[in-house]
């Protein structure tokens, strides 16, 4: 079983920053391509962010220039600095990893989301 566990949201002014983190634990073998999606209310998920575990990174348009995504493979971390926010980045923002566990099995695991709010 693999875990991922968000944390870092919060309420930040417009022009603000946030650091979101997301650990994955459990019985991970490796961990290939991580990223974080954001749903905000009434729309649907959508990707911010992904990661290869060689460090090759993509973008949305929407959040190019302003976020950065990284990962510490040796802490099976995946991180997303957000700078110059914006109310539309509000959103409750999901952690994803494709892993492969310990038992050979190819996974797609989701965290339970952090709430981030862009307001003044």
């Known amino acids: 079983q693999v875990q991922l566990v968000e944390s870092g949201g919060g309420l930040v002014q417009p022009g603000g920053s946030l650091r979101l983190s997301c650990a994955a634990s459990g019985s991970i073998y490796s961990l290939n391509a991580m990223g974080w999606y954001r749903q905000a209310p009434g729309k649907e998920r959508e990707l911010v962010a992904t990661i290869t575990n060689g460090g090759s990174t993509n973008y949305a348009l929407s959040v190019k220039g302003r976020f950065t995504i990284s990962r510490d493979n040796a802490k099976n971390t995946v991180y997303l600095q957000m700078n110059s926010l914006k109310p539309e980045d509000t959103a409750v923002y999901y952690c994803?990893?494709?892993?492969?566990?310990?038992?050979?099995?190819?996974?797609?695991?989701w965290g339970q989301g952090t709430l981030v709010t862009v307001s003044s």
């Open positions: 994803k990893a494709n892993v492969v566990t310990n038992y050979g099995r190819y996974l797609e695991v």
